[in-house]
Structure formats: C-alpha cells, structure tokens
C-alpha cells in the first residue's frame, strides 16, 4: 500500500482499477537522407500503409451505415485517400527528393491543408483538417506509430496520468470513470471544474504517481483527503466502501433541497444556478434544482460537438455551424423552460484549444496564451464566427429566457465592438423574415482586474456582470491556475480579489443591474458565504453542488452572513498584512 499526496479537485471517493496514460508522445518524421537503393522499400510502405488506412476506413464506413453524418465523413475520408492527383503529387515529389517518403506526404499533406485554409471557400476550409487527419494515419501507420486514444480508457477505470485536456475530459463524461489522479493540473483548472460538473472523484498534484502505479492496481482516489492510495489492504478498502456509502446517505438528505428555493434563515431569497458546457449538462442541472443556468461554455460544446462527429480527439470545424449551434441553444433553453440561460459567446484559448479550419488563421503559436488572442479577443479577430454565434443565439432566443455573456473583456471598445456584431446578426435574421428576441440582455465577465476597476463605465452599456473569479484570481495575482508549481499562491481570499469583487458587486448595485458569480468561488462552501454577505444574491456552481449550496444557506441569516464578508474583507487580511 502506497499513500500519495496531492490537492483535491473534487471532494469524493472513488475505488477502481488503475488505467495509467502514457504521456503523450510526438509523431517523429525522420529527416535522414535516402540512397536511391532505398527508394523501391519507400514506395512499398507507403503503397502498403495506404491500403490498409483504405481498409481500415472500408470497415469503419460499413459500421456507421445508416448513420448519414457519420458516413459523409468517412465516405470523404475515402475519397481523399484515393485522390489520384494528390497521391500523384506525393510520388512526384518523392521521385525528385532524396528524403524519406514519410517526410514528403507531411510536407505535401500540409501544403494541400494549407491551400484548402486559403481558399476562401468555407467548405474546403472546413477540408483541410480531414486531410490532416487522415494522412496522420497513413504516416503512423508508415511509422508504427500508435498514439493513445482517450477512447480506450476502460469503464470503472482510475485514471492516472500527467494531464488531461478538458476535450478528453468530456469524452470521459461519458463513461463511468472512478477518479483522476494527475500530477498537474490546478483545482481551478478546466479539468478541474469538468470533473466536479461530472461527480469524478479527482486529487491533482501527485508526485511520480505514473512511474509508480501499475495499469490494473487497485487504487483508490480520496478527493476528500486529497490523496491516492495505490494497492490498499483488505481493511483499508472497507473503510473507504463505510465512507462512500456515508456519503451517499448525505447526498440523498440534500435532495430534499433540489426542490425548495434556496433562502436564508432569515428568509433572504437567492438564485443557485448552474454552470455547463454540454447539453446533457443542462438536464443534470435541471434534475438537480437549478433555478437557471448561469453559465453556458459554449468552447466545451464545440469541442464535445466536433469529437462526436469524427470520433476523434481532434477538434472539428463542423462545430461551429450555425445549425449546430441552434440545435444546442434552443435545446437548453427548452431543458431550462422559461428559467434564466446565460450563455457565454466562445471563449477558446488558454488551456481550451480548438484546432479548427475556421480559427487556423490566428492560431499562430502564442508564447503565452493566458495572455493573448483568447475568449472575446479571439471572437472579435474573427468576426463572422462571432456573426454566426450571434445568428444562432438570436434564433434560439425564442424558445426560453436568454442572455448572452462576453468572456474577458477588458475595453469598453471591445463591448461596443461585440454589441455591433450583434447588431449585424439581428439585421440578418430581420431581412430574412426570422423571428428572434429582439432585447436579449447582453451582459459581460469580470474576470480581470481591467474589467473591475472600470465596471461603472461598463454597468452603463452592458445589461449584467458575471463575475468570474477564476480568472479574476489567476489575472489579479498572476498565478496559472493550472499550474501545480504555484497552485498554493492561488488564493481567492486574497484581499485583492476579494477587493475587485466587492467593487464589482457595489457598481452593478449603483447602477441597478444584476451581478452575479460563476466562478468556482460560488460553489464552495466558505466563499459561497462571503459572496453571499457582500451582496451577491445568484451564484452560478456546477449542479452536483446546487443543492450543497442551497442547504448551506438555509444555516445562516444575512447579518451572520455580512459579517463573514466584513471579517474576511477588513479585518482578517488586513491584520495580516499589519
Ligand atoms: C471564470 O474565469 O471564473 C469563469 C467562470 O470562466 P472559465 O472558468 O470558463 O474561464
Ligand atoms: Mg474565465
């Protein structure tokens, strides 16, 4: 039996068998150059690997048969592979080269990809990722390469592993996974917030926990105690089996609050609503009580979209099509019947890659991501993408109670400019007969200091704030939420957030607009309460902590709960820093 130390990310118990990630490698193209000896065993394996990619898809398209969108896409796969004029420009270039075969198809594969992105044409934009994935596999094919597919994780598994990105994650959604055990990854990091929307127990920040578990142990993920116990006794598994059940019994006394709208003990009224990314997201909300969604992640639907399609972890532009789009939002809305929905216009960037035809043009390699072209930013640079999320938003406007949120804004410009977009989309659907809400509120995030310190200017052009203080945390303190290195500097309770958020919370009351949080602080018990004694009446958690936070508020009045706010706004901190 080994113990391992880490950080909780999510507080629950998970037992399973160990499925250990290897870390993922890079396809290596070799670079030597070639004797023309060598050039007929070139011609072989490529000959060889194309048939049996050619074969592979054969059997893949047979499977889905009946299933139209999933058949396009390997009927185009088929059609790609057997596209004479780019397998004869592959051998052209080979015949007249002197270096390997693989590292002339990844060269000619990237220029084809390359030409279909500037084509101007949507359609063949939307190509050029195919392309690259489909010669990928003709390569790791050459190569003998074969890389992890998150797929394969079995059911019931514990997954241990360096990191995961928040696409994984959501394919892992899908399956019953017993906990994660990482060693990065912050608490406040999109894995972070995915595993608790979706219950798996999750500890981060383990030392050397891949080189020392073995695929297959036993393990056992203790995200209350925020340690991984790896092969554990007979005696040890048992009093882990009495706490899960314990914590099952609690669960089932919280439900009585799914129903019950969440008040003080003095009769202060609140909204607890939820936090998602997908779809199924807003039925477990609306089961659990939400009294709304207060934040839709739309980057999570694109990425969720795109992998349904093409079964792949890559991210497909398909994601972004306005039906898509529609179908999702109008969806929610229904799930939600006449409850608020926010839902937050793109914000792809930072740790939420989305590697699509569309965004190719500006994801040029950013030495600091947190930094550059993300969330609004990335929209406005690609204004029709905005258009479209616009045109998809408005027409779903009138199935529900909509609003829409602009992540990371930092300029009143940059307000103006997305409030123009809208305009433009509204004009559209006008002229073309579509029936939409015509005052959808339009509000935005506060989540850097920029956005706080400026809210009065903002309360004056946008209809809500949305206080995010994860990246209000990250940005105030200039501390990577997901790094392990720095994680215990991530403070919310640092004065300096909490600072910005009473500011925040003080301009949307002077201008008479709601606020509310979304961040990760509305979902935990102790910053819950002082959110809730600085005036914030709606917080926004994801819904496996709906009804945590509904109870725990029924405990306190609102002086009591004032009080917590003063102490940790004036007196602790300041103390301190004395
Ligand atoms: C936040 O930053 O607090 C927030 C809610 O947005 P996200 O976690 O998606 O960055
Ligand atoms: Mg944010």
Redesign the pocket.
Known sequence: MNIFLGTSANACIGIGKAFVIPNAEKRIIPQQHITDDEREKHLQRFDNSLANVITAIGAQLAAVKGDKVQSEIFETYYLMLNDPEFLGEVRKSFASSDMPIEYVLNQKTEEYADRLRCSGNEYLAERAQDICDIFGRVLDDMLDYHPFKIESVPDGAVIVAKTMNPSDTIILSKRKIAGLALIEGGV?S?VG?LARSYGIPAVFALDKVTEEIKTGNTVIVDGIAGEVIDCPDEDTIKSYEVKIEKEKQRLEALSKFRNLPAVTKDGVKFSVMA?IGTVEEAEMAAQEGADGIG?F?TEFLFMNEANQDIGSAHVHASGFSEEKQFAAYKRVLEIMKGKPVVI?TL?AG?D?IIKSAELQAFSIEEKNPLMGLRAIRLSLENPNLLKTQFRALYRASVYGNLKIML?LITSVEQVRDALSIAEMAKNELRSEGVKFVEDVPIGI?V?TAAAAMIADCFAKITDFF???????T?YTLCVDRENTAVAPMYNEFHLAVLRLISMTVKEAETAGIPVSV???MAGKNDSALVLAGMGVRTLSVSSKRITKIKALLSQFTLPELQAISAKNLNVGMTLEII
């Open positions: 406040s999109h917030i936090n934040l992640r937050r914000d930072g939420k992540p995030m989540e949305s206080i995010g203080t994860n990246d209000l990250q979304c961040g990760e």
